[in-house]
C-alpha cells in the first residue's frame, strides 16, 4: 500500500513537471524567442489557457503527499523552509505577471511584467530542481526526524550541508536547461513566424547542453549518493527508467514532427524523474547524519485507514482531472492566435 | 507566549486574513453570476450578459489573486507547523488533496472557458461554464471548512500509541457535525460579501448616472439576494453555529459573551469591556436572560462561566475573541437592517430614486468584508489554546527547527508583497469599474484577454 502511494506521487510530480515545466520553460525563453509586444503576447497565448491548470498538479499533488506522507510533508517542508518560502513568492509573482500583463495596453506596463515572468520562472526551475537535489544527497534528519537547512554552508555536500551546494546547483542548472528545451519544443508546436523560427533554432544548441548537463548529473548522482548504485544493482530492471530518459533525449534530437519532438521532452522529464525516484526507493528522505537512517515510505506513512479509503476518492478524482486535462488541451490544439 | 510560536501564529493569521478576501468574493460573485446568466437565458435581453461579463472581469481579478495567495496557505502546513502535520496529516490531509483533485481541477478548467469563450460556446454551454464555476468554488468552501471544522471538534480519528492521529472514519470526518452549519454560515456570508459589492456599485452608477440600465440589475439583484443572506446569515447559520460552541467549546462561549460568573438567566452583552485580571466585564450594556434565551431557547437556563473552567482552558485572548464576536454580530445586524430597509424601498419600486438608501449602500460594502474577517476571527481565536479542539495545543503543533528569525523574515517577505498586490488590485479594479459594463465606449481601453485560443 504504501509503495503503490509512493508510485501514485511519483506520477503527480511527474505530470506536474511535464505541465508546468513547459509553460517554466516558456517563461525562461520569453524574453530570447518574443522579441516584440506581439510576439511576446503569442508566447503568452500560447499557455494562457493552460498554466493555472498545470500549475494545480503542484497543488493536488502536495496535497497527495500531504495525506499518504504526512511525516515526510512536515520535515521536508519544515526543513526546506527559507528556499520554499522562496519558491512561494515566486509562484505569486510569476502567477500575476500572466495574469496581470494584459490588462494595460502599455509599453512601460509590458516592459515591469516580461523580465518578472522570465525570471521568476527561471528561478523557479532553478529552486525546484535544487530541492529535487537535496532529497537524492539526503539532509541531516535528526532523532525525530527533523532538519533545518540554511540556505548555503560552504557549498560542499557532506554532514552539514545546505540547500545549495555544488551537487544541488548542478541539478538546479540541469534543471533550467531541461525546462528550457522542453519550453523551446512548446513553442516550436504552438505557435508559428518568428517566434516559432527562434524556438526551432535554439533547439539544436539547447540540447547540447542539455546532454552535457545530463552526464555531469548522473556521474555527479552515483558519486554523491551511493544508495542508487545499490538500488540499480539490487533491482536490475530499474533500468528501464534511466533508459526510457535516454532513448528519449535521443529522440527529441532525430525526430520529426513538432508534436513527437514536444513527447519525447516530456519522457524525458518522466524518466529522469523516474530514475532518482527509483534510485532511492524505499528512502523518501535519505539521511546523511548518524542520528536517524532516513524518512522511507514505511515510516514516513499514516495508519493503514487512511490510506485504502484515500484510494477510493482519490482514483476517481485522478481520472476526473485527466478528463479534463483531454478536454482543454483538444480544445485548445494548434497553433495560438498571433 | 515563546517568541516563535507568536511568529508562526502571526504568520498563518496574515497570509489567511489576506488571503480570504478574495475567495470570499468569488465564492458570493460566482453564484450571482449565475443567476445573472440564467436570467440572460431565459429573457433574451443582452443587458443582463453584459453585466455577467462585467462580473466575470472583476471575478477574474479576485480569482487570480486568490490563487497566488492560497498556494503558500498549503504549505503553510508543513513549513511552519510541521508537528502538526506530522500527527494529523493523515486526517486534514484528505480533505486538503480532496479540494485539488476534486474543486481545483473544475475550476481552473471552467473559467478558462467562461472568461474567455462565450463566443466560442452556445449560450447554454457558456452558462454551464458558468456553473460549474461556481460548483468548484463552492466545493473547494466546503473541504477547507471540513478541515476547519475537524480541527474545532475532531471526529472520525482515533491517537495512535506513538502520539500521532489516525483516521478512523472518512464519513466521520466530511460528516463531521459541525460542517453543517458552518459550512452554510460561512457559504451565506460570501454571499452577503458578493451581494453589497454589486448593489455598492449600482448604486455608484445610479449616484453618478452612469450606466443606469446595468446598474438597476446589480441594485435590484444585490438588494434581492443581500436581503435573503443577510437573514440566513443570523438565522438558522448563525443560530446553528452558536449552538455547536455552546455544546462543544462552552468556554469559548463564556469567552465570547464576556461572561465570567455562571448564572440562570444570563444577560447578553451588547457592550463592555472585558477586564480578564478582576474577571468582569466593565460599563457592561446588557439585556437581561437573553444570553440564556439564544442559548437554550429558554430564559432560565443556566450559561456557564468563564470562572467555572480552569484557567489553561480558556481562550487564550479573551479580550480580542470578545471584540471579534461583537464585531460580527454587531455589523452582521447592521448589513440586514440595511438590506431590509433596502429591499422595501425596492418592493415599493422607490429605491431606484432615494439618494439616501443609494448612498448607505454605496458606503457599506467594506462592512461585510469586516464582518467575515470578525467572524473568522471568532472562530479561530475562540479554538485556543488548542490547535485540534481537546487533543493537540497550539503550542505543540509549530516547526521546532524553524526559528523566530527564520518565520519574521519571511512574514516581512509577505507582508511587502501583498501590500504591492493590494495596490494592483485596487488599481486594475478601478479601471473596470471606470470602464463600466457596457461595451467598447473608449476606442483602445478594452482589456485584450491574454489566452486567445481556448
Same mark, same amino acid.
Given at each position: 500500500?504504501e509503495?503503490?502511494?509512493?508510485?501514485?506521487?511519483?506520477?503527480?510530480?511527474?505530470?506536474?513537471?511535464?505541465?508546468?515545466?513547459?509553460?517554466?520553460?516558456?517563461?525562461?525563453?520569453?524574453?530570447?524567442v518574443?522579441?516584440?509586444?506581439a510576439?511576446?503576447?503569442?508566447?503568452?497565448?500560447?499557455?494562457?489557457?493552460?498554466?493555472?491548470?498545470?500549475?494545480?498538479?503542484l497543488?493536488?499533488?502536495?496535497?497527495?503527499?500531504?495525506?499518504?506522507?504526512p511525516?515526510?510533508?512536515?520535515?521536508?517542508?519544515?526543513?526546506?523552509?527559507l528556499?520554499?518560502?522562496?519558491?512561494?513568492?515566486?509562484?505569486?509573482?510569476?502567477?500575476?505577471?500572466?495574469?496581470?500583463?494584459?490588462?494595460?495596453?502599455?509599453?512601460?506596463?509590458?516592459?515591469?511584467?516580461?523580465?518578472i515572468?522570465c525570471?521568476?520562472?527561471?528561478?523557479?526551475?532553478?529552486?525546484?530542481?535544487?530541492?529535487?537535489?537535496?532529497?537524492?544527497?539526503?539532509?541531516?534528519?535528526?532523532?525525530?526526524?527533523?532538519?533545518?537547512?540554511?540556505l548555503?554552508?560552504?557549498?560542499?555536500?557532506?554532514?552539514?550541508?545546505?540547500?545549495?551546494?555544488?551537487?544541488?546547483?548542478?541539478?538546479?542548472?540541469?534543471?533550467?536547461?531541461?525546462?528550457?528545451?522542453?519550453?523551446?519544443?512548446?513553442?516550436?508546436?504552438?505557435?508559428?513566424?518568428?517566434?516559432?523560427?527562434?524556438?526551432?533554432?535554439?533547439?539544436?544548441?539547447?540540447?547540447?547542453?542539455?546532454?552535457?548537463?545530463?552526464?555531469?548529473?548522473?556521474?555527479?548522482?552515483?558519486?554523491?549518493?551511493?544508495?542508487?548504485?545499490?538500488?540499480?544493482?539490487?533491482?536490475?530492471?530499474?533500468a528501464?527508467?534511466?533508459?526510457?530518459?535516454?532513448?528519449?533525449?535521443?529522440?527529441i534530437?532525430?525526430?520529426?514532427?513538432?508534436?513527437?519532438?514536444?513527447?519525447?521532452?516530456?519522457?524525458?522529464?518522466?524518466?529522469?524523474?523516474?530514475?532518482?525516484?527509483?534510485?532511492?526507493?524505499?528512502y523518501?528522505?535519505?539521511?546523511?547524519?548518524?542520528?536517524?537512517?532516513?524518512?522511507?515510505?514505511?515510516?514516513?506513512?499514516?495508519?493503514?485507514?487512511?490510506?485504502?479509503?484515500?484510494?477510493?476518492?482519490?482514483?476517481?478524482?485522478?481520472l476526473l482531472?485527466?478528463?479534463?486535462v483531454?478536454?482543454?488541451?483538444?480544445?485548445?490544439?494548434?497553433?495560438?492566435?498571433? | 507566549?515563546?517568541?516563535?510560536?507568536?511568529?508562526?501564529?502571526?504568520?498563518?493569521?496574515?497570509?489567511?486574513?489576506?488571503?480570504?478576501?478574495?475567495?470570499?468574493?468569488?465564492?458570493?460573485?460566482?453564484?450571482?453570476?449565475?443567476?445573472?446568466?440564467?436570467?440572460?437565458?431565459r429573457?433574451?435581453?443582452?443587458?443582463?450578459?453584459?453585466?455577467?461579463?462585467?462580473?466575470?472581469?472583476?471575478?477574474?481579478?479576485?480569482?487570480?489573486?486568490?490563487?497566488?495567495?492560497?498556494?503558500?496557505?498549503?504549505?503553510?502546513?508543513?513549513?511552519?507547523?510541521?508537528?502538526?502535520?506530522?500527527?494529523?496529516?493523515?486526517?486534514?490531509?484528505?480533505?486538503?488533496?480532496?479540494?485539488?483533485?476534486?474543486?481545483?481541477?473544475?475550476?481552473s478548467?471552467?473559467?478558462?472557458?467562461?472568461?474567455?469563450?462565450?463566443?466560442?460556446?452556445?449560450?447554454?454551454?457558456?452558462?454551464?461554464?458558468?456553473?460549474?464555476?461556481?460548483?468548484?468554488?463552492?466545493?473547494?468552501?466546503?473541504?477547507?471548512?471540513?478541515?476547519?471544522?475537524?480541527?474545532?471538534?475532531?471526529?472520525?480519528?482515533?491517537?495512535?500509541?506513538?502520539?500521532?492521529?489516525?483516521?478512523?472514519?472518512?464519513?466521520?470526518?466530511?460528516f463531521?457535525?459541525?460542517?453543517?452549519?458552518?459550512?452554510?454560515?460561512?457559504?451565506?456570508?460570501?454571499?452577503?460579501?458578493?451581494?453589497?459589492v454589486?448593489?455598492?456599485?449600482?448604486?455608484?452608477?445610479?449616484?453618478?448616472?452612469?450606466h443606469?440600465?446595468?446598474?438597476?440589475?446589480?441594485?435590484?439583484?444585490?438588494? #434581492? !439576494? *443581500?436581503?435573503?443572506?443577510?437573514l $440566513?446569515?443570523?438565522? =438558522?447559520?448563525?443560530?446553528?453555529?452558536?449552538?455547536?460552541? %455552546?455544546?462543544?467549546?462552552?468556554?469559548?462561549?463564556?469567552?465570547?459573551?464576556?461572561?465570567?460568573?455562571?448564572?440562570?438567566?444570563a444577560?447578553l452583552?451588547?457592550?463592555?469591556?472585558?477586564?480578564?485580571?478582576?474577571?468582569?466585564?466593565?460599563?457592561?450594556?446588557?439585556?437581561?436572560?437573553?444570553?440564556?434565551?439564544?442559548?437554550?431557547?429558554?430564559?432560565?437556563?443556566?450559561?456557564?462561566?468563564?470562572?467555572?473552567?480552569?484557567?489553561?482552558?480558556?481562550?487564550?485572548?479573551?479580550?480580542?475573541?470578545?471584540?471579534?464576536?461583537?464585531?460580527?454580530?454587531?455589523?452582521?445586524?447592521?448589513?440586514?437592517?440595511?438590506?431590509?430597509?433596502?429591499?422595501?424601498k425596492?418592493?415599493?419600486?422607490?429605491?431606484?430614486?432615494?439618494?439616501?438608501?443609494?448612498?448607505?449602500?454605496?458606503?457599506?460594502?467594506?462592512?461585510?468584508?469586516?464582518?467575515? #474577517? !470578525? *467572524?473568522?476571527?471568532?472562530?479561530? $481565536?475562540?479554538?485556543? =489554546?488548542?490547535?485540534?479542539?481537546?487533543?493537540?495545543?497550539? %503550542?505543540?503543533?509549530?516547526?521546532?527547527?524553524?526559528?523566530?528569525?527564520?518565520?519574521?523574515?519571511?512574514?516581512?517577505?509577505?507582508?511587502?508583497?501583498y501590500?504591492?498586490?493590494?495596490?494592483?488590485?485596487?488599481?486594475?479594479?478601478?479601471?473596470?469599474?471606470?470602464?463600466?459594463?457596457?461595451?467598447?465606449?473608449?476606442?483602445?481601453?478594452?482589456?485584450?484577454?491574454?489566452p486567445?485560443?481556448?
Amino acid at each position: 500500500m504504501e509503495t503503490l502511494w509512493f508510485c501514485l506521487v511519483a506520477v503527480m510530480v511527474a505530470v506536474y513537471a511535464i505541465l508546468d515545466g513547459f509553460d517554466l520553460g516558456t517563461g525562461i525563453v520569453h524574453l530570447a524567442v518574443a522579441r516584440s509586444d506581439a510576439e511576446r503576447r503569442q508566447t503568452l497565448a500560447a499557455i494562457g489557457p493552460v498554466w493555472d491548470g498545470n500549475e494545480v498538479w503542484l497543488i493536488a499533488g502536495g496535497g497527495t503527499l500531504y495525506f499518504a506522507f504526512p511525516a515526510l510533508y512536515a520535515s521536508a517542508f519544515s526543513g526546506f523552509y527559507l528556499a520554499l518560502m522562496m519558491v512561494l513568492w515566486l509562484l505569486i509573482l510569476r502567477g500575476i505577471s500572466i495574469e496581470f500583463r494584459g490588462h494595460l495596453d502599455n509599453p512601460v506596463w509590458a516592459a515591469f511584467w516580461d523580465p518578472i515572468f522570465c525570471g521568476s520562472s527561471a528561478l523557479l526551475a532553478i529552486l525546484l530542481g535544487a530541492a529535487l537535489g537535496n532529497v537524492v544527497r539526503g539532509v541531516p534528519l535528526d532523532s525525530a526526524g527533523d532538519f533545518f537547512l540554511p540556505l548555503w554552508t560552504g557549498f560542499r555536500p557532506g554532514a552539514d550541508p545546505g540547500i545549495l551546494d555544488w551537487y544541488t546547483a548542478l541539478c538546479g542548472v540541469t534543471t533550467l536547461a531541461v525546462l528550457t528545451l522542453h519550453g523551446l519544443a512548446w513553442l516550436a508546436l504552438k505557435t508559428d513566424g518568428p517566434v516559432h523560427e527562434r524556438a526551432e533554432r535554439l533547439i539544436g544548441r539547447v540540447w547540447w547542453i542539455v546532454l552535457v548537463d545530463a552526464i555531469i548529473l548522473t556521474v555527479a548522482s552515483f558519486a554523491v549518493q551511493p544508495r542508487l548504485a545499490q538500488s540499480f544493482m539490487e533491482r536490475p530492471w530499474l533500468a528501464v527508467f534511466p533508459a526510457l530518459a535516454a532513448a528519449s533525449l535521443a529522440l527529441i534530437r532525430f525526430l520529426r514532427g513538432e508534436r513527437r519532438r514536444f513527447l519525447a521532452s516530456a519522457a524525458f522529464i518522466a524518466g529522469m524523474l523516474t530514475s532518482a525516484a527509483a534510485g532511492v526507493f524505499p528512502y523518501v528522505l535519505p539521511s546523511v547524519s548518524e542520528a536517524n537512517a532516513g524518512l522511507t515510505v514505511f515510516n514516513a506513512a499514516p495508519a493503514q485507514y487512511g490510506l485504502k479509503i484515500g484510494l477510493a476518492w482519490w482514483i476517481p478524482g485522478f481520472l476526473l482531472a485527466a478528463g479534463y486535462v483531454a478536454f482543454v488541451y483538444r480544445r485548445f490544439a494548434g497553433k495560438a492566435a498571433r | 507566549m515563546d517568541t516563535a510560536l507568536a511568529v508562526h501564529r502571526l504568520h498563518f493569521a496574515f497570509t489567511i486574513t489576506f488571503h480570504y478576501i478574495f475567495p470570499q468574493l468569488t465564492m458570493g460573485l460566482a453564484l450571482l453570476i449565475v443567476i445573472l446568466k440564467t436570467m440572460a437565458l431565459r429573457t433574451g435581453e443582452e443587458r443582463y450578459s453584459q453585466c455577467a461579463r462585467f462580473w466575470a472581469k472583476i471575478f477574474a481579478v479576485n480569482f487570480a489573486i486568490g490563487v497566488v495567495t492560497g498556494i503558500p496557505m498549503e504549505f503553510q502546513f508543513g513549513t511552519n507547523w510541521s508537528r502538526f502535520s506530522k500527527s494529523a496529516g493523515g486526517v486534514i490531509g484528505q480533505t486538503l488533496a480532496m479540494e485539488g483533485m476534486y474543486s481545483f481541477f473544475l475550476e481552473s478548467t471552467f473559467l478558462g472557458l467562461f472568461v474567455y469563450g462565450e463566443k466560442r460556446l452556445s449560450p447554454r454551454l457558456h452558462w454551464l461554464a458558468a456553473f460549474m464555476v461556481f460548483l468548484g468554488s463552492w466545493l473547494s468552501g466546503f473541504f477547507i471548512i471540513a478541515t476547519n471544522a475537524w480541527m474545532q471538534h475532531p471526529t472520525g480519528y482515533q491517537t495512535m500509541p506513538d502520539g500521532s492521529i489516525a483516521l478512523t472514519s472518512l464519513a466521520g470526518l466530511i460528516f463531521n457535525p459541525w460542517v453543517f452549519w458552518q459550512y452554510l454560515h460561512n457559504m451565506t456570508g460570501a454571499v452577503v460579501t458578493g451581494s453589497f459589492v454589486m448593489a455598492a456599485l449600482g448604486a455608484f452608477y445610479l449616484l453618478t448616472d452612469r450606466h443606469r440600465e446595468h446598474a438597476r440589475v446589480f441594485v435590484r439583484l444585490g438588494v #434581492t !439576494a *443581500g436581503a435573503i443572506a443577510t437573514l $440566513l446569515m443570523i438565522f =438558522p447559520t448563525g443560530d446553528g453555529q452558536g449552538r455547536n460552541i %455552546a455544546t462543544d467549546q462552552p468556554p469559548t462561549l463564556a469567552a465570547m459573551e464576556g461572561l465570567f460568573e455562571s448564572t440562570p438567566g444570563a444577560p447578553l452583552a451588547i457592550i463592555g469591556q472585558p477586564d480578564t485580571e478582576r474577571r468582569r466585564l466593565d460599563n457592561p450594556l446588557t439585556v437581561p436572560g437573553a444570553l440564556s434565551l439564544l442559548t437554550y431557547k429558554r430564559w432560565a437556563g443556566t450559561v456557564q462561566g468563564l470562572n467555572d473552567f480552569p484557567h489553561s482552558l480558556w481562550p487564550d485572548n479573551v479580550a480580542l475573541l470578545y471584540y471579534s464576536y461583537h464585531i460580527m454580530v454587531g455589523l452582521g445586524t447592521i448589513l440586514f437592517a440595511v438590506m431590509a430597509i433596502a429591499a422595501w424601498k425596492l418592493w415599493r419600486g422607490t429605491l431606484m430614486q432615494s439618494r439616501p438608501v443609494l448612498w448607505v449602500l454605496m458606503l457599506s460594502f467594506p462592512l461585510p468584508y469586516i464582518a467575515t #474577517t !470578525a *467572524g473568522w476571527m471568532t472562530a479561530e $481565536l475562540g479554538r485556543q =489554546p488548542w490547535l485540534i479542539y481537546g487533543v493537540m495545543r497550539t %503550542a505543540e503543533g509549530y516547526s521546532p527547527k524553524v526559528t523566530a528569525g527564520s518565520g519574521l523574515f519571511t512574514l516581512l517577505g509577505f507582508m511587502g508583497l501583498y501590500a504591492l498586490l493590494s495596490v494592483l488590485f485596487l488599481f486594475l479594479i478601478y479601471r473596470e469599474v471606470d470602464h463600466g459594463p457596457e461595451p467598447e465606449s473608449i476606442a483602445g481601453h478594452a482589456p485584450v484577454p491574454v489566452p486567445a485560443a481556448v
